[in-house]
């Protein structure tokens, strides 16, 4: 049985509160409020605000007055927020309200113009983001070196990298990412920023970001697991039946000269044949540009006398199979006014070389 409520003035019992409250108004002819504060009212700073101190207004005898005057107090009390807070992390850390939440953002990302508003303001909160830590570290010098320290933290960087990954896991995630990684990165504006950016920042200076990823990259390069890796994914990579056919027709087509821009060392056959033609003539040229005209790519020469106009190359069989292609090459070369000789996987001597010299020299003579 529940227990009866009694009438502070009259003594009479009543089952429901709302019945006193009849009882009070109607019969006594008294506010409800000036009741409670008579008969129920504890604290004197009960009917004040918890942080103006200004009046609050009466809801009932059951809940008495409220703790707030306004919205604004109750959000900025910091007791209030904690409690909220653990609310929120209690009723979101459950499996059924995580799997609802997750469905709700997939069919949400699937429209467009849902999707374009929440990229429009996450642009806006970013600008707004860097204004004010442009302000803060105007304002406090030590400000970059607290988030350098608060990053550090592995708690943070556990928790972080446990919800992508979980995220990443779902394909219908991953792919709405993706597409939306390259069609903001496939916009004109953002690839013309992007290559402004990588040309200032990657211009050779002292203390650059050029400078910094070689020094890390030969101190990873130390790391024999890292090199084997490395080594290995190239391999692959290389022995892939596209990436061969690919290159060979780069090399025939006469984007050679392009490439060995790139390459720091030739071949080790053809530096060792350029060592032994530099002692008979000095004035030899290795990867020798010979321009074809307008329109057309330059050939890469192995090694070139200009001198004399003689071309000597050496032809690895695995890279020379198309046997047409280089006909076609070396009648172009020939028709600018150079002689070729050839050597095929097979580095010749010196007297080998002064023999075959000669012999081109007498002709032409």
Same mark, same amino acid.
């Given at each position: 049985?529940?227990?009866?409520?009694?009438? %502070?003035?009259?003594?009479?019992?009543?089952?429901?509160?709302?019945?006193?409250?009849?009882?009070?108004?109607?019969?006594?002819?008294?506010?409800?409020?000036?009741?409670?504060?008579?008969?129920?009212? +504890?604290?004197?700073?009960?009917?004040?605000?918890?942080?103006?101190?200004?009046?609050?207004?009466?809801?009932?005898?059951?809940?008495?007055?409220?703790?707030?005057?306004?919205?604004?107090?109750?959000?900025?009390?910091?007791?209030?927020?904690?409690?909220?807070?653990?609310?929120?992390?209690?009723?979101?850390?459950?499996?059924?309200?995580?799997?609802?939440?997750?469905?709700?953002?997939?069919?949400?990302?699937?429209?467009?113009?849902?999707?374009?508003?929440?990229?429009?303001?996450?642009?806006?909160?970013?600008?707004?983001?860097?204004?004010?830590?442009?302000?803060?570290? %105007?304002?406090?010098?030590?400000?970059?070196?607290?988030?350098?320290?608060?990053?550090?933290?592995?708690?943070? /960087?556990?928790?972080?990298?446990?919800?992508?990954?979980?995220?990443?896991?779902?394909?219908?995630?991953?792919?709405? +990412?993706?597409?939306?990684?390259?069609?903001?990165?496939?916009?004109?504006?953002?690839?013309?920023?992007?290559?402004?950016?990588?040309?200032?920042?990657?211009?050779? /200076?002292?203390?650059?970001?050029?400078?910094?990823?070689?020094?890390?990259? %030969?101190?990873?390069?130390?790391?024999?697991?890292?090199?084997?890796?490395?080594?290995?994914?190239?391999?692959?990579?290389?022995?892939?039946?596209?990436?061969?056919?690919?290159?060979?027709?780069?090399?025939?087509?006469?984007?050679? +000269?392009?490439?060995? %821009?790139?390459?720091?060392?030739?071949?080790?056959?053809?530096?060792?044949?350029?060592?032994?033609?530099?002692?008979?003539?000095?004035?030899?040229?290795?990867?020798?540009?010979?321009?074809?005209?307008?329109?057309?790519?330059?050939?890469?020469?192995?090694?070139?006398?200009?001198?004399?106009?003689?071309?000597?190359?050496?032809?690895?069989?695995?890279?020379?199979?198309?046997?047409?292609?280089?006909?076609?090459?070396?009648?172009?070369?020939?028709?600018?006014?150079?002689? +070729?000789?050839?050597?095929?996987?097979?580095?010749?001597?010196?007297?080998?070389?002064?023999?075959?010299?000669?012999?081109?020299?007498?002709?032409?003579?």
């Amino acid at each position: 049985m529940k227990e009866k409520l009694k009438c %502070k003035i009259c003594g009479l019992l009543f089952e429901k509160i709302r019945s006193i409250s009849n009882h009070v108004c109607k019969k006594h002819k008294i506010i409800l409020r000036d009741y409670y504060d008579k008969f129920f009212k +504890v604290n004197k700073n009960e009917g004040l605000c918890k942080i103006c101190r200004k009046p609050t207004t009466f809801y009932s005898l059951r809940f008495g007055y409220a703790t707030y005057c306004c919205p604004k107090c109750g959000y900025s009390d910091e007791e209030a927020k904690k409690e909220r807070n653990s609310l929120i992390k209690i009723s979101h850390n459950k499996p059924e309200s995580i799997e609802k939440n997750r469905n709700i953002t997939l069919n949400l990302w699937k429209n467009e113009k849902f999707r374009q508003n929440a990229m429009d303001k996450n642009v806006e909160a970013k600008k707004k983001m860097v204004k004010t830590k442009k302000n803060k570290m %105007k304002e406090d010098d030590h400000y970059l070196d607290n988030i350098r320290e608060s990053n550090k933290n592995p708690e943070k /960087r556990l928790k972080s990298s446990k919800s992508m990954k979980k995220r990443w896991k779902d394909l219908e995630y991953r792919s709405l +990412v993706i597409k939306n990684i390259k069609l903001a990165l496939n916009k004109p504006e953002v690839r013309e920023n992007r290559c402004n950016k990588i040309k200032e920042g990657w211009a050779p /200076r002292p203390g650059g970001p050029r400078e910094k990823t070689s020094l890390r990259m %030969k101190k990873k390069w130390k790391d024999e697991k890292y090199r084997k890796e490395m080594i290995e994914i190239l391999k692959e990579y290389n022995n892939r039946p596209e990436v061969k056919e690919r290159m060979s027709e780069q090399l025939k087509n006469g984007q050679a +000269v392009q490439m060995n %821009k790139h390459i720091k060392n030739p071949s080790r056959p053809q530096k060792l044949l350029f060592d032994i033609v530099k002692t008979i003539f000095s004035t030899a040229i290795i990867n020798y540009p010979l321009a074809r005209g307008l329109g057309e790519s330059d050939y890469s020469l192995d090694i070139a006398i200009p001198q004399i106009k003689l071309v000597i190359e050496y032809d690895g069989s695995y890279w020379h199979k198309d046997k047409k292609r280089d006909n076609q090459r070396q009648t172009d070369i020939e028709n600018l006014g150079w002689e +070729v000789i050839r050597y095929i996987d097979v580095v010749p001597t010196k007297d080998q070389i002064i023999k075959d010299m000669n012999k081109f020299l007498f002709l032409n003579n």
